[in-house]
């Protein structure tokens, strides 16, 4: 079996959506996707109902990292902020999302609280410190084929240039991949991957109405990255749908108006696996051993 570590390549560009539960996770997975990305920010949208501002904690992420692993087989991306505190925070969180099943961990350099990437008001900690967690990350993992993605918020904060060396100094640390976070051009995407070309592998982040031009997968892989997330396209999507879906069942009381946009019973069961979930289980009736 190819391991997520085997399968990146800048000559063939990996793409993850961002899901946010199991049902999301499947979804992507009968899509055909190789890889999905469990983003913070989607259990913050959706679990909470609030903004991506440090309030999901490591427990929570690593709670709905497990049922996504229960229910899929794809590679998992897991979206771990900054490590929910120091290094040894750090450890912690490295060694929970690898028994709940990740196989790549992303740590980011801001303070704790943080704050979602294309927001303002971001604060770092010190190169030193990151580099630390960094160190601290890769002795809690157990194995190799689990990456570390260094994430640097450095361009809202110190400029492109600083974000440059802080990347530099997150790959002589040790990290398997680089994210610099929220490139204002796509000239400075091109940097990024000309900067480290093929050194180390760099991913991109597609935020729809974000401080990133949105280019496509293709586009990014002749800009020298390995991988590209689509990370909460999802809950937009949803929430879209939502306000329709309560708009037309509120005013007309009934959902006639939207069905063409909706599964019916069937339709969700045969997505879900239901009846081949049934078989299995009928496997084990107690009236198969009277």
């Known amino acids: 079996m190819t391991t997520l570590r085997?399968?990146?390549s800048p000559a063939n560009i990996l793409l993850a959506p961002g899901v946010y539960d199991a049902l999301g996770?499947?979804?992507?997975?009968r899509a055909g996707f190789e890889a999905i990305y469990l983003s913070g920010a989607?259990?913050?949208?959706?679990r909470l109902g609030r903004p991506d501002i440090g309030l999901v904690d490591m427990s929570e992420v690593a709670a709905t990292l497990a049922?996504?692993?229960?229910?899929v087989d794809l590679p998992i991306?897991?979206?771990?902020?900054?490590?929910?505190?120091?290094?040894?925070?750090?450890?912690r969180t490295v060694v929970n999302f690898e028994r709940a099943g990740a196989n790549a961990i992303q740590l980011e350099d801001q303070t704790l609280p943080k704050r979602c990437g294309h927001l303002q008001g971001k604060v770092l900690v010190s190169t030193g410190e990151m580099v630390g967690k960094i160190k601290a990350a890769l002795d809690a993992r157990h194995s190799d084929d689990v990456l570390l993605i260094a994430r640097t918020d450095a361009i809202a904060v110190e400029g492109f240039d600083a974000a440059l060396e802080r990347a530099e100094r997150y790959a002589e640390?040790?990290?398997?991949?680089?994210?610099?976070?929220?490139p204002h051009t796509r000239e400075q995407l091109e940097a990024i991957g000309n900067r480290f070309d093929n050194r180390v592998h760099v991913m991109a982040n597609m935020v729809e109405g974000g401080k990133t031009p949105v280019l496509s997968a293709s586009e990014l892989q002749q800009l020298g990255f390995s991988f590209v997330i689509f990370p909460s396209g999802l809950p937009r999507a949803v929430v879209r749908l939502m306000e329709s879906y309560f708009a037309t069942l509120n005013a007309d009381g009934t959902t006639a108006g939207i069905r063409d946009v909706m599964l019916d019973?069937?339709?969700?069961?045969?997505?879900?696996?239901?009846?081949?979930?049934?078989t299995v289980g009928g496997q084990y009736d107690a009236a198969n051993f009277d």
């Open 25 to 29: 996770a499947l979804m992507a997975e």
């Open 265 to 278: 019973f069937q339709g969700l069961q045969e997505r879900l696996g239901t009846d081949e979930i049934l």
């Open 77 to 91: 991306i897991a979206d771990a902020d900054t490590g929910y505190g120091n290094a040894l925070n750090v450890q």
């Open 173 to 182: 640390a040790g990290a398997d991949m680089l994210f610099v976070e929220a």
């Open 6 to 8: 085997e399968r990146l």
């Open 67 to 71: 049922r996504i692993r229960e229910r």
């Open 42 to 46: 989607g259990i913050a949208y959706t």
